[in-house]
Structure formats: C-alpha cells, structure tokens
C-alpha cells in the first residue's frame, strides 16, 4: 500500500526515534472482565486525546493506549490510586501499567461490549499449509507466509512500550539514558513470537560536545571511574537488574547472566508478553539491525523470501531456539542476503556499494571497525532484477545445494564467494568486525542437514505437478516444502542424497523419523 511505502522510506534512526517517542506517551491497562469499549475509551479521553489504541488477549484482555500528549499520562496518573495491600505489601513503584475493574459490575455488566483483539502470535504451521495451499503461485504463498508471520504494527509498539518501562527504572539512576530495541524486534524480519532484545543507552555525547566548546573553562562531570568498560557495563546491568526483580510489576524470572561474552539480563515482562533480553549499548549490533533494515526496505522480495526459508529451516529442524550447532538465524539471513547480491542483476547492493553511497553524517568507526554505510534509502538505486519469488525460491535451494562450502566462504561486503581464511566448515564474514565468523557455532552434520535438505527442496520445486497436486488436495510450492521430508517417501530421498556424508545420511533420517505433526507444531512455534 501507498502508507506502507511512505512508512518504509524513512532512515532506521526517524523510525527508532519516532516510535520511542510514541513509546513515552503510551500506558498499558489490564481491562475489567465485562469491558464497555466505549466507555473505557471516553473515560481516559477525559485526561487527554488518545492519538491510537488497541486491545490484546494475554491472561486477560489488555489496552495499549497512546496519548497524543505527554502530560496526558501524569493527569491519569493523578487519579490512580495504590492497591490495596490486604494480604500483600505492596513497593510503591507507579509506572504506566494500570488495572482497571469495574466499581458496579452488576449495572455495568450488561453494557458488556465486543472487543477486536490483535493477535500477538502467528498461526501454527499446520494452520498456515491449508492457507498456503489455497494461493495460486508460490510468489502469493510466500506473501501470505510473510503477512501471517511478521510483527505487525500493534506489536511493534507494545515491543518500543517495554523498553520504555525498563528506560523509567534504568532513569532512575541515569536520567539521560535510553533503552532500545535491537535485532528482530526492528531489523524488519521479527516474526511473531520473537524476543525483544533491548539495549541501555547513555550516549548523548554529541549534544554534551557542542555545549562544552563554550566558556573559558574544560569543563567535565566527576564520574567514579573503573578499570574496564566491561566491570562497569557488569555493575550497571546488576543493579538495573535487581531493580526489575525487585520493584518491577510483572518483571519475573530474572536472570542475571554477567559473565558472557557479552553480560546481559534475561526476564519475562508478563504485561506484554515479551521475553526480554536487556544488554548495554553495543553500536556493532545496531548497525547490523540498521543494514537489515536497508535491505528489508528496497524490495519486498527481500523479507518475502526470508521469512519462507527461515520457516523452512525451523520445520526441518535446521535452526532452533536454543544456541547449539546448527545455523542462526541470522546466519541464515545473511546467506539469503548473500545470494541476492548473486543475482543477474542484482536485487541489493554489496555492503561496499552501500559504503559508497555514504555521506558524513553515515561515516562510523566502531572499535576499530569501519561500519559505514548510506542511511538515506532513496539514495539507493531500485534494482531492475524482475525475477519472481517462484524462481528465487527455488534457485537459492540450488545455488546452496550445490555451493562448495569445503573452499569458499561468504562475504557480503564483496557480495561474493572468496576463499575461506580458515577450516569452519561454513564461513559467513562478519559484515562489520571482519575478522569473524558468524556462523562459527555450526558443525559439519548440521551444514551437511542444511545441504541435503537444500536439495530435497529444489528436487521437490522441480519436479512437482502443481496442477495433479491441487486436483488431489496435496500440498504443493512452498506448502510442500513445510512438511518434514523422508514421510512420503524415504527411499527416494537416500538416492537424491549421494556425495553426502554415510554418518550424516543416518542422522538425518533418524531425525527425519522423529518428525510428527507434534514436533512439526513446535518446532515452528517460536
């Protein structure tokens, strides 16, 4: 639509800055059981216009409300009272998430109203065959797979509304600091589901510097000092922590894990729904959510295409929730990325070509690392590839089937293969500190899953009569390719299998064996 092009062709930071902003004007109320929609709205437009608003299922049904105004939030506030405290004490922390019950339930009961809810999960995989089944090509499958799955817009801002009540505890001790999401939550491929990794964030430099040139005098903060950025990022992270186990209403399961690579806390915010992981600020992670970002925005066939072979790969068991041996996600985004860069033309610019599109305002060296790259999006030239997502689709299951991963590896910012710097056995450069491996984590069997099931996959796309298959009611396109592999029929898959590892052949199919509609379910749930 004509709105979402307008909305796609604002700069990473407009769109950030925008929605933290609406973040602040926002509060969250747990509705009373009999909810009058009607009512409840003109009650809190009495304190203030209401700019947006939605209501949400989750343990009860819940309204985000957004006010057009700051000063909104305080007026209601004012009329707020403290919960009782009967049975429990209460710490008297007032934030911006209210409960609201009905004082006359009986009078009030009857005007009982119903609500549209929007959905905060995407539908179950099995759900979305029957769905995908009834489209007319595998390009209006993979959409309606991308429209069912991606964060909408309701969720986006309950996403920004929990940073921003982490932000109210973390000003507490540091009033100019911010928190912000990172990762899926903005980089355009979050699906449904996913966590909400969010970032603290106290650089306001820029606007200290300017101010600091003036007077006669050097002039500087006395600060307690420490000896590592990362002691201080360990103490600040423990105490914000602690704050949100301690005082923060429906902060649970808090875990405090400092001594990664990279310290962070770990908690479920049961208001929204999010599990939250909170870290201080790291520039490198931003500016790959912003370069996803850039490529999400300059061809729908970009998130189209990702959003399939990331539920692909989850339904195979190729990516998991939990860290192991197998290929991120965002590993895997990158190869989809890569492979666009291949095309003939091209559907996206090389991470280089991106760097020379850049102005001064876009120059950033991060540690070391140069990490700039154009932010204007319409600087970007539109690609003049037409090829349909029928054939990307099947062309990225070829190209990766048959992709020598033993010599080459896979660099985005040349956006070609080069020889791999050392014996991984798959080699994604790190687009930003290139002296890493992304995909460092995966072992031999799982790169060895990923190929064979790469090309079962373009077997399939090649081979299939679509019209015989939606005549029988049988799954075809990308429909077919969402149902583990080896249940029709596991002979014909052990020939397509030649030139693969014997080890890995047995794996692969007792893996295949343990694959039920349960697991399936599951699998693709989160």
Known sequence: TDS?????????TEVQTERLEQAERTV?????????????????????????????????????????????????????????????????????????????TVSQAAEETPVHLSPQSHIPVTELIQ?????????????????EYQLTEENIKLRFLACSLVRDFARAYFPDSTVKPFGSSVNTFGKLGCDVDMFLDFHDTRKHAAKMKKGPFEMEYQMKRLPSERLATQKILSVIGDCLDNFGPGCVNVQKILNARCPLVKFSHQPTGFQCDLSVSNSIAIKSSELLYIYGCL?????????????WARVHGLTNSVPGTWITNFSLTMMIVFFLQKRSPPIIPTLDQLKELADEKDKHVIGGYDCSFVSD???????????????LLGDFFEYFGNFDFRKNSIN?????????????????????????????????????????????????????DKTQRMINKEPWGLAALLIPFGKSNP?????????IGSET??????????????????????
């Open 491 to 499: 002979s014909k898959m052990k020939n397509r299998m030649k030139g």
């Open 412 to 464: 985005l910012r040349k956006g070609k293969e080069v020889n791999k710097p050392e014996s991984s056995p798959l080699y994604i450069w790190n687009p930003f500190e290139q002296d890493l491996n992304i995909s460092k984590n995966v072992n031999q069997p799982q790169l060895e899953k990923f190929v064979a099931m790469a090309r079962e996959s373009a077997w399939i796309l090649q081979k299939e």
């Open 505 to 526: 052949i047995r794996s692969l199919l007792d893996s295949l064996k343990l694959n039920n509609a349960n697991s399936l379910q599951k699998a693709v749930g989160k």
């Open 299 to 311: 061809d729908s066939r970009v998130r189209a295409l990702v959003f399939s072979v990331r539920c």
């Open 131 to 147: 769905k995908l089944c009834r489209a007319d090509s595998i390009s209006s499958q993979m959409y309606v797979l991308l429209n």
């Open 28 to 104: 969250l109320i747990k509705c009373p059981q009999k909810l009058n929609r009607k009512k409840l709205l003109q009650y809190l437009s009495s304190h203030g216009n209401i700019s947006s608003h939605f209501f949400f299922e989750n343990r009860g049904v819940h309204a985000l409300i957004e006010f057009s105004e700051k000063d909104s939030i305080a007026s209601l506030q004012d009329a707020i009272g403290i919960p009782s405290a009967a049975e429990h004490h209460v710490v008297p922390f007032k934030s911006r998430l209210f409960t609201f019950t009905l004082k006359n």
């Open 377 to 391: 999006l319409s600087k970007i030239k539109p690609t003049k590839n037409t090829e349909t997502l029928d054939v």
């Open 4 to 12: 979402e092009v307008n909305i796609r062709k604002k700069t990473f």
